[in-house]
């Protein structure tokens, strides 16, 4: 079943894979629900479990000053590192509200699962809608943790595993109207200097505000989202997602058809944005 969502965000109901393909040729995201839901990782993982089966691994958690992400200058230059620690201390600072050294805050993301957290994979079930491996990215915020705007290369199955994320989605129109920071030193150009939330119309005439859909994605649901859309998430609670990130190939430029006419207008302004990632 397929239904209208308030802000035109199609939601359907455990599609069949035909059912998927007919939708993803439209080049719009859309929500998929009674899937993950199904999956003991949106039963079982709970800290408790996490940290009995994965307390001791090392992961790479992204450090970051309170109004840091506000200022928008992650997109200009990366002044706080990544930070490395043991999954049990990132929670047990994360989620007992410790002030940190310098009133740090830290968000755990894109963590690649397969990789860093193995024993978590039979918790899910790979969604079956393309035919090829997808790379999993494991998120674990809590409520106003933030990814800027940006967009990825990949197609991308957001999954709600807890809690819940408010998301901003803009379809891709000129590259430059969503005033990406163009051959500046460090800076990534799949980030957008717009921060969504605040809108400045003055320093971003050409952004295109009025395009905005917005969902709040529940736990148990999945978002698809299309190579190139731009997007803005903001954790609402404390919450866990995980990204299936499928690479385009050559045959989704003629089934999607937008993307041929998109990736040449980016590659007209950067060369590097479409062979260059690192992470989100
Ligand atoms: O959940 C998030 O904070 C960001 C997810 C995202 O942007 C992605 O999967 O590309």
Known sequence: M?????????????????KFVELWKQYQPFLIDSVAENWNAC?????????????????????????????????????????????????????SEKKTENSLRYYMCAVDLEKFFPELTVDINYPEY????????????????????????????LAQIRGRKRILLYPPSNYLSFYPPNGERGALEYCSKVDPLNSNLELFPKFPWQQKKEIILQAGEMLYIPPFWWHHVTGVDENISLSFWYDINIGDWF???????????????????LFTHDGS
Request: glycine content about 2%.
């Open 130 to 157: 393309f035919s090829r491996k997808p790379k999993i990215n494991f998120w674990f915020g809590s409520c106003g943790n933030t990814t800027t705007l940006h967009f990825d290369r990949e197609h991308n199955i």
């Open 2 to 18: 397929v239904v209208k969502n308030s802000d035109s965000i199609l939601k359907i109901t455990n599609p069949s894979r035909k």
């Open 43 to 95: 039963k079982n993982w709970s800290n408790d479990y996490l940290i009995k089966k994965c307390g001791n691994h090392t992961i790479r958690v992204l450090c970051y000053a309170e109004n840091y992400l506000n200022n928008y200058q992650y997109v200009y230059d990366k002044t706080y590192p990544d930070t490395f620690m043991k999954f049990k201390e990132y929670v047990d600072i994360k989620f």
């Open 255 to 273: 089934r999607q058809k937008r993307i041929f006419s998109i990736i040449l207008n980016i590659l007209h302004h950067s060369k590097t944005v």
